[in-house]
């Protein structure tokens, strides 16, 4: 299982964390992921200026925005689903 970890830390949800998990949901479900993904709020990660921080296995993404959000997921869920 791939773990995905958003980070909903104060900094995070002013960026629009929540608005990211929604749309991680929905890309989970709409690519039938539910088996392979394993999608988590996390309180901090640790790079408040870098936000909205989502760390997909021992990786992390920065900058994530809800217009970024479906893009990010297809580049970096998506493909390491693949491997």
Same mark, same amino acid.
């Given at each position: 299982?791939? +773990? ?30 539910? +088996? ?25 993404? +920065? ?15 998506? +493909?390491?689903?693949?491997?």
């Amino acid at each position: 299982m791939l +773990e995905v970890s958003v980070c909903v830390g104060s900094s995070c949800h002013l960026k629009g964390s929540y608005e990211i998990i929604k749309r991680f949901e929905a890309m989970i479900e709409a690519q039938s992921l539910e +088996e392979w993904v394993v999608l988590k709020a996390a309180f901090c990660l640790g790079r408040c200026t870098d936000g909205v921080s989502v760390k997909v296995g021992e990786h992390f993404l +920065e900058h994530v925005t809800p217009t970024n959000a479906e893009d990010m997921f297809l580049r970096h869920v998506t +493909e390491e689903c693949k491997k």
